[in-house]
């Protein structure tokens, strides 16, 4: 259940804020005059939200370009290219 609390909340009951978004795993909704003004959650969740955003933004790049490029390859051909562009960046940083 999400937790909505006054703005003033954030100046009087700080640690129980804290506590909250820490242990509960999930952002405080903040109000003013009875309206959304802020969200607080702890900087794991911020992380995790945009690490959510980036996969989410480097999936629909991929289906993009997947629409726009009728190519298609196997997947043994796509893991030995990675496998030796790996062994070629190992070759460069041993030298």
């Not at 003033?8 to 999930?26: A, P």
């Not at 005059?33 to 959510?52: C, F, H, K, P, R």
């Amino acid at each position: 259940m999400p937790q909505i609390r006054p703005i003033s909340d954030l100046r009087n009951n700080f640690t129980e804020i804290s506590r909250i978004v820490h242990e509960g795993k999930e952002p405080v909704f903040l109000t003013k005059n009875g309206y959304g003004d802020m969200v607080v959650m702890s900087i794991e969740q911020y992380e995790a939200l945009q690490t959510a955003k980036r996969i989410d933004s480097a999936l629909l790049e991929a289906q993009q370009q997947a629409e726009s490029d009728p190519t298609r390859l196997e997947f043994d051909e796509v893991s030995a290219s990675l496998r030796n562009r790996l062994a070629e960046k190992v070759g460069q940083t041993n030298t």
